[in-house]
């Protein structure tokens, strides 16, 4: 009797033979950031006053005459916001898309999810999510501290998530806007890194600031081949209608990934008290390719490939 359950076993598992994800699963313990490296970020070196919060190349707008004659102070104060701007995306993205896909993914909404490698896998990506958020919210009190900021602006929706609730709102059925979540999730996991680099190894700006993105980038390392798996065995479950939603939708999903966020860029420039905002960002906008903040989705592209439905998707991965 053991010895034909063994066999059920045996052939209930997967092909032998190590794969990625059991790779990515047993490395966790010794890998996650959670579990690792911690003490140099809990007890932060002091700020250095002549570097930046954030990279000052990245906003859009850096190089306009009517900001570059903003008082010295106020420009800095946009540098600042940025900062808080880009952790306050990064926390929005883990508390309303990841963490509720994950949770989705846990509890088998989607087909497909159910080998126990995967199940695992899920749990740590979540587990690695939530300690995420926690990093992102700390280092934006630390710099609320630093920086004596006691207002600030509203950046908790950022466009990532906005474009999100907006197209899950134009949906009716619930499979519908679970999948748009999942598109969310996928496109957001494979793509944080190229994200996070942004700042992961700038040396313009605080140091612990760019060790947050980089303690960060370790851990979404491994969640973007997970995600990319996942991808790939819930893609064979779905139906036409379901794939279709999915390939129609996941350029939006690129795009607004990587958007600049014209609504927030405004609101922080008129926070921070400079002058002529609408022409700033009306300028900017104009000028070309400042519509992404983000361009690299090569690892989006490798994605598409693995699902075969390149010839189906309306992006152009090579346009940038
Ligand atoms: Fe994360
Ligand atoms: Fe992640």
Not at 88 to 102: K, L, M, Q, S, Y
Not at 113 to 122: G, H, L, N
Not at 195 to 215: C, G, K, S, W, Y
């Amino acid at each position: 009797m053991t010895g034909r359950m063994d066999e059920q076993i045996l052939h209930s598992e997967p092909e032998v033979g190590p794969s990625t994800l059991r790779r990515i699963v047993a490395a966790w313990p010794r890998r996650a950031t959670i579990r690792t490296d911690m003490a140099g970020f809990m007890e932060p070196a002091p700020y250095a006053e002549d570097l930046d919060d954030y990279p000052a190349h990245l906003i859009p707008f850096g190089g306009h005459p009517r900001f570059a004659e903003a008082p010295e102070a106020k420009r800095r104060l946009v540098n600042t916001l940025a900062w808080q701007a880009f952790n306050a995306r990064v926390i929005a993205a883990e508390e309303h898309v990841a963490n509720p896909t994950f949770e989705m993914l846990a509890h088998g909404v989607f087909p497909g999810v159910d080998r126990y490698e995967v199940k695992e896998a899920i749990q740590q990506s979540h587990i690695d999510e939530v300690w995420h958020t926690y990093m992102h919210m700390t280092a934006m009190k630390r710099t609320e501290e630093a920086r004596g900021l006691t207002t600030e602006p509203d950046y908790s929706h950022p466009v990532t998530n906005r474009r999100l609730h907006r197209l899950s709102a134009e949906r009716s059925e619930k499979w519908e806007r679970d999948l748009l979540f999942l598109l969310w999730t996928v496109v957001g996991e494979v793509s944080i890194n190229n994200f996070l680099e942004l700042l992961a190894r700038d040396r313009t700006i605080q140091p612990m600031h760019a060790l947050v993105a980089r303690l960060h980038a370790r851990d979404e390392a491994a969640h973007g081949p997970i995600l990319a798996e996942v991808m790939k065995d819930v893609f064979v479950h779905l139906n036409k209608e379901q794939r279709e939603l999915f390939i129609r939708t996941l350029p939006e999903a690129i795009v607004a990934f990587g958007a600049e966020d014209y609504k927030l860029w405004p609101e922080i420039l008129s926070f921070a008290g400079v002058g002529h905002a609408d022409e700033i960002i009306a300028d900017t906008r104009r000028s070309s390719d400042s519509e992404l903040l983000l361009t690299d989705f090569s690892t989006v592209e490798r994605l598409v490939c693995d699902l075969e439905i390149e010839d189906r998707v309306d992006y152009d991965f090579a346009r940038r």
